[in-house]
């Protein structure tokens, strides 16, 4: 398993580069809103904006945790980053359900294949248990 990591590493910042970059465009007004949020804007109100916003902290969170776990870098103590990778595995893990049931069929195809694999990635990472440095 530990030669898979720094593969699916490299596959979890891609995603969440991607996603980042979505939700940066649609803070800006990008008429983009059907693939995120329940795709029930095309061009996200004041408020899911914000959430957006919040989003891109999360996901810098996420990669700096799941990074350190895989001992890429080193930021935050090795519990943390233990049980940092575990909480991002379980908060993508649980977004599948939401990007899977959405109305909006984009939303549906690229939420729910974003977070299947941030979760099957974060998974692994998080049961390697080791650096793979």
Known sequence: MNELV???VVLFVVVLVLLSGLQLALVCGAPWGSLAWGGQHRVLPGPL???SGIAL???VAFAGVVLDRAGW???????????GTWAV???AALSVIPNAVSRSKP??????SAAFMLATASL???????STT
């Open 73 to 83: 870098i080193d930021v935050v103590a090795e519990p943390v980053a233990v049980v």
């Open 124 to 130: 692994v990472v998080a049961l390697s248990g080791a």
């Open 57 to 59: 902290v999360l996901y």
């Open 89 to 91: 595995f379980g908060f």
């Open 49 to 51: 904006r914000v959430g």
């Open 6 to 8: 720094p593969v699916l």
């Open 107 to 112: 939303e549906r195809y690229v939420g729910t």
